[in-house]
């Protein structure tokens, strides 16, 4: 099993920037991928940006491409979403995910990221 815990989200105008945590316990050696996920009111949940845990490839949405950084602590078994330049339309849940290298798949309880124009 491996717990999650997200914190950062809250509320910035236009512009502003947030950093988002994951912090990760329990079989943290078998994570393989950490990535954060988001959902509006009414829309799918979508991939904003993933880390691979060893070796630190990413992968970014196309919407977040540029303004989004994600990043990863080893030694403190954490990940970060950097979020600069934010939109109103970035407005969401942002959920936390991991993939285990058996396959296994992980969720945060979701933080709140509201920015208001």
């Known amino acids: 099993q491996v717990q999650l815990v997200e914190s950062g989200g809250g509320l910035v105008q236009a512009g502003g920037s947030l950093k988002l945590s994951c912090a990760a316990s329990?079989?943290?050696?078998?994570?393989?991928?950490m990535g954060w996920f988001r959902q509006a009111p009414g829309k799918d949940r979508e991939l904003v940006a993933r880390?691979?845990?060893?070796?630190?490839?990413?992968y970014y949405g196309v919407s977040v491409t540029g303004r989004f950084t994600i990043s990863r602590d080893n030694a403190k078994n954490t990940g970060y979403l950097q979020m600069n330049s934010l939109k109103p339309e970035d407005t969401a849940v942002y959920y936390c995910?991991?993939?285990?290298?058996?396959?296994?798949?992980?969720w945060g309880q979701g933080t709140q990221v509201t920015v208001s124009s």
């Open positions: 995910h991991v993939k285990t290298i058996d396959n296994y798949e992980y």
């Open positions: 329990g079989r943290t050696f078998s994570t393989y991928t």
């Open positions: 880390i691979f845990w060893s070796g630190g490839r990413t």
